[in-house]
């Protein structure tokens, strides 16, 4: 499957502004402006964005790997800060790492304007029976 135009996964990535620009059950592309109300006390990214983020690439990935019929909820997202961000742009990419049963793993890496990682994350889901 694969989304035809991009959009916003839900409402957390709307009030973001985190763009789904790709997504196919082997890779989600989403970007977003740095922009002032990203920010924590000391004029950087918060960490919180990256961790919404990294959540929000890797669900869209999963729901794609077991079928859109499913559903998904995360049950755990470990994401990891590398480098602070002040302004730009981020593109954040997520790829699947495991699929077992009900169980499905992606990660993430999200980059700067200039390619630089700035954050990195693995989320784990669980499928859950078709929606009634």
Known sequence: MTV???GYAGPLDETLGLLVTEASDREVVAELKVTDGL???????HGGV???????????GAALTV??????VGVSNH????????????VAR????DCVDDHVTWQS?????KGRVVAE????????????
């Not at 920010?39 to 990214?45: L, N, R, T």
């Not at 997520?94 to 790492?97: L, W």
């Not at 994350?121 to 029976?129: D, E, I, K, M």
Request: with cysteine; net charge positive.
């Open 67 to 72: 079928g859109l019929e499913n559903q998904v």
């Open 121 to 132: 994350g693995t989320v784990n889901l669980l499928r859950l029976s078709p929606k009634i």
């Open 109 to 113: 890496t999200i980059t700067d304007e």
């Open 4 to 6: 035809e135009r991009a």
């Open 79 to 90: 994401t990891r800060f590398i480098r602070a961000v002040r302004g730009g742009r981020l």
């Open 94 to 97: 997520a790829r699947p790492v």
């Open 39 to 45: 920010m924590q006390g000391y004029g950087i990214v």
């Open 50 to 60: 990256y961790c919404a983020i990294t959540e929000t690439v890797c669900s869209v």
